[in-house]
């Protein structure tokens, strides 16, 4: 089975409805009008809505503010993602509404990971120059 979401260039029109859907999404997490019970959404923090050619699916990179409980998260708005999606029809209008994957968005760790690593190597050239 092929991904929709495999690396591959997307289309303007789903740039640009993933962008809307990430601006409403974020709002209403903001406002909390999505009413999950026992979960406070405006600490949740949508970093990218990736759309698949249809429209009719978006995945949702979502973070947690400080990074803490990002599987926690990420349960509880795919638990009650049906209440998520009823907020967020009555701020879009368009031809269908998309169902919702949560997803953890790592891209923070790794970009760390990534300038560790960078730093590391860094350090290791200065250490050598000072040794020649």
Known sequence: MVNEFSNRTFSQRQLRVGELVKQNLGELFIRNE?????FNSKLTTVTE?????????ARVYVI???????????????????LVRKALSKRLDIKFLPKLTFVE????????????????NRDNDKEKKRYN
Request: hydrophobic fraction near 35%.
């Open 64 to 82: 947690p503010l400080g990074g803490v409980d990002t599987k926690e998260t990420v349960k509880i708005l795919t638990e009650y993602s049906h």
């Open 105 to 120: 968005d790592n891209s923070f760790e790794y970009a760390e990971k990534i300038e560790k690593i960078i730093k590391k």
């Open 34 to 38: 999505a009413k999950i019970p026992s």
């Open 49 to 57: 809505v990736r759309m698949t050619a249809d429209l009719k699916t």
